[in-house]
């Protein structure tokens, strides 16, 4: 076999003002991520190498591994300062952060080819696998190496994780619990476990799958229906008028896709002409964790403040730290109307607006869709089930639902079921209600927007003691 040369394609010197460590590819093979010991990652065009984005001072310690998500929307982050950090692949927002992920240098990091999960191996001899959405652990492997971790990555299933070391050796994992093909139900995490679900459909759903392949018996309740709104007269107008606008803050996925319905109406359908009249505005777009990738898919235009943090009040804080927000600036923040018994706007929302507010800023909140509440006879088997405590735990969503089922009149008075409160908001509202009650009930509290992964990790951390991956 006669070797034949690599044909050299392109080249940028100077890409970085120091070693650069890690580069990977988009999985759409368009962009190319480096990081460096200069502490910056950089996005490049593929094609001319021209740099798309970067973002200085990265970490506090040189970069050792960069890695994109099998979608292309995030980029994870390996350092020196023991941190790894998830971005937003277009303008390089932070999405979330672990610091003190290990004790030494992160040498490799890896997303699973779900997205669901990232890997990382460090200096430190141990490797861990994360939830990519809060950085939240869910395994590791202490003293996995003799030395020094240097490489770690999926396979193309996700069902193992291949690892390299200073030791000479490669090691392979199971990346999820070993179970045997012929599994009896009782050995599932949550056999048995009746999980009561309230959220809205879309919402649900992938939960209640997640929560059925661990062995769990959800129960649907919906308590509030998202729904359409009679006219879209009020939106259609702010949309229209949106360079009277300095900031647009969109507080749902839900709000989100009917930004995107009703761009594209204004748009003749012309899915191409929606980016650049949002860009066309001039608009600082404010947006929270999964909302920001969900407005970047939906809308092809990246939001410019998404805080550390992922919540609505972060959210606030930082608009007004950055000046965004400020007296005389006009902002259109979009979200729901909810119907009563429930609170319109929603609390969430009613104190973004005061915040908001408090700087002098004049502040439109115009609805994208309905919140209803769902007539009681539609789920009385199930609230008779919750009623007679037959629930071993409950998922709210929003203070809403926290508000109907957790401090409604079919709360158990005796045994009252684990309650997992998904996001700020609703983790406060069933605090308070639990407290009510004289503090009966446990609460888990994910914050804002976790994945289905970490519910379930939640729930079997508190039935049985946790998951082990190895």
């Not at 034949?4 to 988009?26: G, M, Q, R, W, Y």
């Not at 959220?199 to 997640?210: D, I, N």
């Not at 507010?357 to 919750?386: C, F, I, N």
Request: charged share 20%.
């Amino acid at each position: 076999m006669i070797a034949t040369l690599i044909n050299f394609v392109a080249e940028k010197p100077d890409a970085h003002s120091s070693e650069i460590s890690s580069v990977a590819f988009s999985p759409d093979g368009t962009k190319i991520v480096s990081g460096s010991w200069d502490k910056t990652i950089k996005v490049w065009d593929l094609d001319k190498l021209e740099l798309l984005s970067e973002k200085t001072d990265a970490h506090s310690n040189y970069i050792a591994s960069v890695a994109f998500s099998p979608d292309g929307t995030k980029i994870v982050s390996g350092s020196a300062d023991g941190t790894i950090k998830v971005w937003d692949s277009d303008a390089l927002g932070l999405l979330s952060e672990k610091t003190n992920a290990h004790s030494d240098v992160i040498m490799s990091v890896a997303f699973s080819p779900n997205g669901i999960k990232i890997v990382s191996g460090s200096a430190d001899g141990t490797i861990k696998v994360w939830d990519s959405g809060k950085l939240e652990m869910l395994s590791e492997k202490i003293n996995a190496h003799s030395e020094a971790f240097l490489s770690v990555a999926f396979s193309p299933d996700g069902s193992k994780i291949v690892s390299g070391s200073g030791d000479k050796t490669i090691k392979v994992w199971d990346s999820a619990p070993p179970r045997p093909a012929m599994l009896r139900e009782s050995a599932l995490p949550l056999a048995g476990k009746r999980v009561l679900l309230v959220a809205p459909r879309t919402t649900a759903a992938p939960l209640a799958s997640a929560l059925v392949l661990a062995g769990a018996r959800p129960l649907w309740c919906p308590l509030v229906r998202v729904e359409p709104l009679p006219s879209y007269a009020d939106l259609d107008d702010a949309l229209m008028r949106l360079t009277e606008y300095n900031v647009l803050i969109p507080l749902s996925t839900h709000a989100i896709d009917s930004l995107a319905e009703r761009f594209l109406t204004l748009a003749d359908g012309n899915l191409e002409l929606v980016a650049p009249m949002i860009e066309a505005s001039k608009l600082e777009v404010g947006a929270v964790g999964r909302d920001a990738l969900h407005f970047r898919q939906r809308l092809g235009v990246s939001p410019t403040v998404m805080p550390i943090e992922p919540t609505v009040r972060a959210l606030g804080a930082t608009l007004i730290d950055l000046g965004y927000v400020r007296a005389g600036a006009k902002v259109l923040v979009v979200g729901a109307r909810a119907d009563a018994p429930l609170a319109d706007p929603p609390a969430g929302v009613a104190r973004l607006l005061a915040q908001l507010r408090s700087t002098g800023a004049e502040v439109t909140y115009v609805s994208t869709h309905a919140l209803v509440p769902v007539a009681a006879a539609d789920v009385t088997a199930e609230l008779a089930l919750l009623r007679a405590g037959g629930v071993d735990a409950v998922c709210v969503a929003s203070a809403e639902e926290a508000g109907l089922v957790v401090g409604g009149d079919n709360w158990p008075a005796t045994a009252p079921p684990f309650v997992v409160a998904l996001g700020d908001e609703a983790a406060a509202a069933a605090r308070e209600s639990l407290g009510q009650r004289g503090g009966g009930g446990e609460l888990e509290e994910l914050g804002a927007r976790p994945g289905e992964d970490a519910v379930v990790v939640a729930l079997e951390k508190h039935f049985g003691g946790g998951r082990l991956l190895f």
